[in-house]
């Protein structure tokens, strides 16, 4: 049963999933790039890990968009249909969800794979500087667990409330900028600040975003 | 267990116009039961309340002994389902449309799948998007019959297809029930298509079950009558009236339901006459039986 949902489910995002693989793959080697303006230079370590500090939320970006869109895909063919199949399905509905989520949640790992590959790559090609050290392990353990975040609140709002999900999303976001904007201009920058921290650093829910990015540290 | 399906008191609503109101069902078990109505009447509604897929908001459903809503998935294992739409996921193909279904049915006769599919010309790789409707309609039929269900609800499972698949479709489907004595439970508003098949018929209309009886009653139990004198009070008669209209100063014509022989003496004792009394077909008397109920629920408004 499960091996029949995860093959509709390739079946539907393995264009997506393959598009998003490939970025994940090459977004290592694109950092670097930006980070030290070309390959050969020659560079300090300051200056490494200034550039990671930087760009290196382009990968937390690049997570939320893996979750985001494999959510958009799990429930595009249900949702085309008015879930009539599913529901005719001999399987509780609660189940029929939970096999969908966990054949979505699976595919998370092909670009998340791919990020590791291309870091992999990456690393064995340049020097890192004496007294820097590379974590691809811990950078692609975050880039996979903020994607599981991105994917499993997107397929939570994708289940309650189907096709208006993403305005739901839009107006939340529009609706903090907003808020955080008036406050900010009416001179209450530390509430912001504070709102932003709590969402942002341990244990807020964004956390796993907003941590560093730093393929190379001390 | 004698009923296949078991309904009552089931009420919903969606808005404020369309609602089923107090529906009472029984389709009993082995029968092949036509569900009727016009398109609106709430025929998919009742379908989907029944099969679970919406929630009532009063009463009871029982499927196949289950009670539904809670126990549906229990019932769904026993029942093949053909919706009025084509269901199934766009971008599969008919092989893989056919072991994703038999994934989740325990007793999928996967022999029988590939002798239909053979049957009815379905290539195996043809994509489900690429299928005209009478190749959808065979498709959806195909995966219910292979299930070895032991009821079969069908929603218009033939509206739109020309006469040569809806004959290849109706003669899978006779061949299955007499195969297997399965209950089916077959939504139309194609009159005719129900009266070959049907043992059954009930009659939906403005989301109520208007008629509930045996088609050998239906089909002979609905008379139009010219009627001399017709007396003005209606409450007494032993038939129901569904219409009466005047046809001139000392006639009228009565549509009734329940006709029997014996019941022209009850117009000598109320001093009229019957002079005429014709046979409906199966379709005049579903117009009829329309006409009548929605003239009831005028005058009662």
């Given at each position: 049963?499960?091996?029949?949902?995860?093959?509709?489910?390739?079946?539907?995002?393995?264009?997506?999933?393959?598009?998003?693989?490939?970025?994940?793959?090459?977004?290592?080697?694109?950092?670097?790039?930006?980070?030290?303006?070309?390959?050969?230079?020659?560079?300090?370590?300051?200056?490494?890990?200034?550039?990671?500090?930087?760009?290196?939320?382009?990968?937390?970006?690049?997570?939320?968009?893996?979750?985001?869109?494999?959510?958009?895909?799990?429930w595009a063919a249900d949702a085309a249909t008015r879930h009539v199949y599913a529901l005719s399905l001999p399987i509780p509905w609660a189940r029929y969800v939970a096999l969908r989520y966990g054949a979505g949640a699976l595919l998370l790992l092909v670009p998340t794979i791919a990020l590791w590959l291309g870091v992999m790559l990456i690393l064995s090609l340049v020097t890192i500087p004496e007294s820097l050290n590379a974590y691809p392990g811990t950078v692609t353990l975050r880039f996979l667990l903020a994607a599981l975040f991105s994917y499993s609140v997107m397929f939570a709002l994708q289940y309650l409330s189907g096709k208006r999900a993403a305005y739901i999303l839009l107006t939340a976001l529009v609706g903090v900028f907003a808020f955080s904007l008036v406050l900010g201009l009416a001179g209450y920058g530390e509430v912001v600040d504070a709102v932003t921290g709590a969402l942002l650093r341990w244990p807020g829910p964004l956390a796993v975003f907003a941590s560093d990015w730093m393929l190379v540290d001390v | 267990m004698t009923d296949a399906i078991r309904i009552r008191h089931l009420a919903w609503r969606a808005g404020k116009e369309f609602a089923i109101r107090d529906l009472a069902m029984t389709v009993p078990a082995g029968a092949i039961y036509g569900f009727l109505g016009p398109n609106g009447s709430g025929k998919t509604t009742t379908i989907r309340l029944m099969l679970g897929m919406l929630p009532p908001q009063d009463g009871t459903i029982e499927v196949l002994g289950h009670s539904v809503p809670r126990f549906a998935h229990r019932a769904l294992e026993r029942i093949g389902y053909v919706p009025e739409r084509l269901h199934l996921y766009q971008t599969l193909t008919v092989d893989e449309s056919i072991r994703f279904h038999k994934a989740f049915h325990k007793d999928f006769d996967a022999a029988e799948a590939e002798r239909l599919r053979a049957r009815f010309g379905l290539r195996e790789d043809q994509l489900v998007s690429r299928l005209s409707k009478g190749e959808a309609g065979k498709l959806m039929m195909l995966l219910a019959l292979s299930q070895r269900a032991e009821l079969l609800v069908l929603d218009e499972p033939t509206d739109g297809l020309d006469p040569v698949i809806r004959r290849e479709v109706l003669g899978a489907l006779v061949e299955y029930v007499d195969a297997r004595k399965a209950t089916v439970f077959i939504s139309s508003h194609l009159v005719h298509e129900q009266e070959r098949i049907c043992d059954w018929v009930g009659v939906m209309d403005g989301g109520r079950l208007i008629a509930e009886l045996p088609m050998q009653e239906f089909r002979s139990g609905i008379k139009r009558l010219r009627v001399a004198q017709a007396p003005a009070v209606r409450d007494a008669a032993p038939f129901a009236l569904l219409s009466r209209e005047p046809l001139s100063a000392q006639h009228e014509q009565w549509v009734v339901r329940g006709w029997q022989p014996e019941m022209r003496e009850w117009f000598q004792r109320v001093g009229a006459d019957v002079r005429d009394i014709q046979d409906l077909d199966l379709e005049e008397s579903f117009v009829e039986l329309l006409r009548g109920a929605r003239t009831v629920t005028q005058e009662t408004r």
């Open positions: 049963m499960f091996g029949q949902i995860l093959y509709t489910q390739v079946k539907w995002s393995r264009a997506a999933v393959a598009v998003l693989s490939a970025i994940a793959f090459v977004l290592p080697a694109l950092l670097w790039r930006a980070v030290h303006q070309g390959w050969m230079r020659e560079y300090s370590a300051l200056e490494v890990m200034r550039g990671f500090a930087v760009l290196g939320p382009a990968l937390g970006v690049v997570a939320f968009f893996v979750g985001f869109i494999l959510v958009a895909q799990a | -």
